[in-house]
C-alpha cells in the first residue's frame, strides 16, 4: 500500500444459509401432529426429505399421520399430501 492511498476494499462476506427441511405430520383436517414418538426429522435437501418419506410413510399412517405438507424452513414447498394408499 502507498502512503496516502486508501485502504484496500474488505473482502464482500460470503454467507450460505443452510436450509433445513421438514415434513409437517397432520390429520386430514390439517391438525398439526406434536405428538410423542412422531418423528421430528429435519433434513438439509429437498431430495433427502423426499427419500425418507417414501422409505417411512407406512409408519406414519399406522401412528396416525393422514397427510404432511413439506416444508423449508417456514415455507410450504408443497402438500397437504395424503399418505393414503388410494388417494
Do not use: H, I
Not at 427441511?21 to 426429522?41: F, I, M, S, Y
Amino acid at each position: 500500500m502507498v502512503r496516502g492511498s486508501p485502504p484496500p476494499p474488505a473482502a464482500a462476506e460470503v454467507s450460505c444459509a443452510v436450509m433445513a427441511w421438514t415434513w409437517q405430520l397432520e390429520k386430514t383436517d390439517g391438525t398439526v401432529l406434536t405428538a410423542r414418538g412422531l418423528p421430528a426429522e429435519t433434513f438439509p435437501s429437498q431430495s433427502d426429505a423426499e427419500s425418507w418419506l417414501g422409505e417411512n410413510w407406512r409408519m406414519l399412517l399406522e401412528a396416525g399421520v393422514d397427510q404432511v405438507t413439506l416444508l423449508e424452513d417456514d415455507r410450504t414447498e408443497y402438500g397437504p399430501m395424503s399418505l393414503s394408499p388410494g388417494d
